[in-house]
């Protein structure tokens, strides 16, 4: 197939590889060498340029300093045994990432520059993806708002961008949780389905107090009993119990993960019965108390299959062990197994980034 986008490329005149741990990759603390640009205005967009990672400057007023109209995706990248790279289902999250433009007034980015600007940006940057289990190449897009008037209403003008982090695990270990009961992530009606920078700042008190009290992280509850769970900020949430794999559903208030999807397919290709519906976090104790809880865990981009070895509510604490699991470690081989290109891709997630 042939590129359906002219971008200009400028190159960097000297790479950056050298001076990355690639033995100790954080996530997200480290980017590649070029990174994609392409402004809206005038009602439409301009011509995508691929230039060597740099600061971008913008005014005092811009629109999205004051009024956080900004969204952004999540997506990996990996090598296969070929050495060719494949980008992990991005037309999902290219519909995903429209959805929430729509939602927050941003205009639609085309598909010809979400995915063609990723597909060249990483055959660019291919050097930097690295080669280790748990690894891989985190691409992040995102659009915000350039207008630089500070009344509220919708921006005129915008920026979409797409930067590359070569990146280790975000959870390298198993998760204590606390589940929220005091603030809010989503309502009926709000932002809680968009991939919107305002969802990320507004969990970060909970995170903060979940962290003061010594877990990792917090299980949102629905806004109006804090008894419905719903997701974890940073991943979407499965519990096992019994031969059932039940997951909060798709109501609004949560994000539809493109992780929580695949999970969904491969749970049932091991023929567990997957059920997207209400879980009263009582259903849990409950199964906990009867012996029937047998795993937890998270799933996302970053998270890919985080389990969860500890789950505190109102003095309740349930404790797992990760450890003696099979059933999510299962999937999450499975899983890493199709990425990296080491088994056959039967549903067709993965895309080369090569033409
Ligand atoms: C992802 O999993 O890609 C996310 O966007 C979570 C994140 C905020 C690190």
């Known amino acids: 197939m042939e590129a359906v986008i002219d971008i200009k490329v400028i190159k960097?005149?000297?790479?950056?590889?050298?001076?990355?741990?690639f033995d100790n990759l954080p996530f997200g603390k480290y980017f590649t060498d070029h990174m994609l640009e392409v402004d809206y205005a005038d009602g439409q967009w301009q011509k995508p340029v691929i230039r060597p990672f740099q600061p971008i400057t913008i005014m005092p007023t811009n629109a999205t300093l004051h009024y956080g109209q900004s969204i952004f995706e999540g997506i990996k990248a990996y090598i296969n045994p070929e050495g060719k790279a494949g980008i992990f289902r991005p037309y999902d999250n290219f519909r995903r990432f429209n959805i929430s433009a729509d939602r927050m007034m941003m205009p639609a980015v085309p598909e010809e520059i979400f995915i063609e600007g990723m597909r060249q940006l990483i055959e660019l940057d291919i050097k930097w993806i690295p080669r280790k289990g748990d690894h891989s190449m985190y691409i992040r897009?995102?659009?915000?708002?350039?207008?630089?008037?500070?009344?509220?209403?919708p921006s005129s003008t915008y920026k979409f961008m797409i930067l590359l982090s070569p990146t280790g695990p975000y959870y390298p270990k198993p998760v204590s949780i606390h589940v929220e009961e005091k603030y809010t992530r989503a309502a009926p009606g709000g932002i809680g389905f968009a991939k919107a920078a305002g969802n990320y700042a507004s969990s970060l008190k909970a995170f903060a107090e979940a962290n003061e009290k010594g877990y990792d992280q917090v299980l949102w509850t629905d806004a109006f009993q804090h008894k419905l769970v719903q997701e974890m900020g940073t991943m979407n949430v499965f519990f096992i119990i019994g031969n059932t794999a039940i997951t909060p559903d798709l109501d609004g208030a949560i994000l539809e993960g493109v992780t929580r999807d695949s999970v969904i397919t491969i749970l049932e290709e091991l023929d567990l019965t997957v059920e997207e519906r209400n879980l009263n976090i009582d259903e849990i104790i409950a199964a906990d108390k009867a012996g029937t809880l047998k795993e937890a865990f998270g799933t996302g981009t970053a998270a890919v299959i985080s389990p969860i070895k500890e789950l505190a509510y109102k003095g309740v604490t349930v404790k797992l062990d990760p450890d003696s699991w099979t059933i999510s470690p299962e999937v999450k081989r499975r899983l890493n197994a199709i990425q990296e290109g080491r088994s056959a891709d039967v549903h067709g997630w993965m895309v080369p980034t090569a033409h």
Not at 141 to 153: K, L, S, Y
């Open 12 to 21: 960097t005149e000297k790479s950056r590889i050298s001076e990355v741990p």
């Open 141 to 153: 897009p995102f659009m915000f708002a350039t207008d630089n008037v500070i009344g509220v209403r």
